[in-house]
């Protein structure tokens, strides 16, 4: 679809370098060459990637280019086999200085490395902001709601250990209770929250007494660079090992090894199921998966039009819909569906689109520069088969730059009615029987949220009830999200496997363990010379402030 004047405009919202504000721009291209490895920097002289930014600069000519951000290491599976004894001689079956360390030990080293990172927070930021396109004020709040999900897990396991240091007594048997950790973790996080996501399960599974390898998105990787220090410092050594290079080579090679206990991937159910197969012990692998999702928004008769348009154009445009979260189909009403679209798309019109440090901008350019081609390709076979898009300008694009397109009506058998199309595409879909809705949601492959908009008590209830056995939240007249980070975050079907949060994550990357002895006096005398001499890490009674 061709919109030539606004392919103008937004070709003109590309900046020349001296419409960047001096506070954000790069001064000099990262190129790393630094990998850490058992506790040390090792330099890499060999292959390395180019890192280009979705932003382009605006030439004299018009022509625009992709501004370079740096370059980072492509090594394979020999430094993927090194990583892995460096991580396994830190584990070393549970006999390493971090599994037997005490918490309040492995908590400060955890305080150690958020105190250097904070201390590095522009620097991160900007780096989150020009990696992947997210606006300033939203690449801010991935950071310092990192830093808060970093400060609750403290908290969360201060409370755990706490709770866990008495002795219980049960019939003749003394025990004491704790949670251990499982081993050896590989954690990947995502693009679209390459800071936050990511922590998410990489700092429980080391506060857990596990240790890490760990392989950055594949947009987000010089973000990481600037930790490094941090990281090496803070930890024992072999604690973290951070692997980059082509992840279908690395990552198989990885899990083949059988060395990994727990695969903790927020991604996609394809990569998560051909990883798992990998592993030739797959009974002995715990998998802490967040994957893809297909929430769908079901806007009844008589819901608040305007509460409904506000929340479905945040649920399904924040950071340009590329949100795991997203709203990323639109159930609405035949009754109001005129009404519901005109004012959808005509807030739509309203957004910001521009340059990430913009104030105020809503949409900013796409991280993945395939993106656009795939929005076109949903939009094109939408339309081939029955869609119109509605909305002025929608499927405008330049380069990186998207306009969102209102798809309607989207039905089975387009692409844009099971596929996830993560990025700014809203496809809507009327109906008339509520039955309609809720066989959607039955019938999808993901289950991880729904948004109910209405009013009527009895109806909202009626449908409660069914879609919490489909999926793990539902909203009322509010967009699907995923915080606050302390509720379960979780998905059925082909979204998730295990449960995120603070409190649940701590769980997740450990298991229950005890220490048991006969109720007798020799075992008392035993159990109190270890506990009043300080003589173990595990059977204690000590209480951490």
Sequence with gaps: MTHPEMQEQLHALFPTESDIPAE???????????????????????????????????????????????????????????????????????????PTMSVADRISCVENFTNQIVARRHEIVNLIMWEIGKSLADSEKEFDRTIDYIKATIAELKNLDNAN???????????QIRRSPLGIVLCMGPYNYPMNETFCTLIPALIMGNV????????????????????????????????????????????????VNVLALIGTSKVADQLKKAHPKTNR??????????????????????????????????????????????????????????????????LKIGMPWEKGVTLTPLPEMAKVAYMDECISDAVAKGAKVLNENGGASVETLFFPAVVFPVKDGMKLYREEQFGPVVPVAPFEDIETALEY?????????????????????????????????????????????VFPFAGRKDSAEGTLSVHDALRSFSIRTMVAAKQSPASKKLLDSIVLGNKSNFVNTRFIL
């Design 165 to 175: 240091s008495r002795f219980q007594i049960v019939d003749g048997t003394i025990a």
């Design 24 to 98: 954000c721009r790069v001064l000099a291209p990262l190129h790393q060459r630094a990998i850490l490895l058992n506790g040390e920097m090792h330099i890499w002289k060999g292959e390395t990637r180019p890192v280009h930014s979705p932003v382009a600069l605006r030439g004299a000519d018009g022509s625009l280019t992709h501004v370079e951000l740096g370059s980072f290491p492509v090594t394979g599976t020999v430094e993927a086999d090194a990583a892995i004894a460096a991580a396994s001689a830190a584990y070393n079956n549970g006999r390493g200085q971090w």
């Design 285 to 350: 692998l715990r998998a802490v998966l967040g994957l893809e999702a297909k929430n769908a928004a079901i806007i009844l008769p008589d819901a608040d039009i305007e509460l409904t348009v506000k929340e479905c154009i945040a649920g399904s445009l924040s950071f340009n819909g590329q949100r795991c979260t997203a709203i990323k189909m639109i159930l609405v009403h035949q009754a109001i569906a005129d009404q519901f679209l005109r004012r959808f798309c005509e807030e739509i019109g309203k």
């Design 212 to 259: 890490v390898l760990f392989k950055p998105p594949r947009f987000g990787v010089l973000l990481y660079y600037p930790m490094l220090e941090a990281f090496r410092s803070a930890f024992p050594a072999g604690v973290i090992n951070i692997v980059y290079g082509q992840g279908h080579v690395v990552v198989p090679h990885i899990m083949s090894s059988g060395k």
């Design 441 to 485: 949601v039955i019938t999808s492959n993901h289950g991880q949220q729904v948004s109910i908009f209405g009013t009527n008590p009895d109806q909202i209830a009626n449908l409660v009830d069914p879609l919490v056995n489909q999926v793990c939240r539902v909203n009322l007249n509010a967009q699907c999200q995923r915080s606050p980070d």
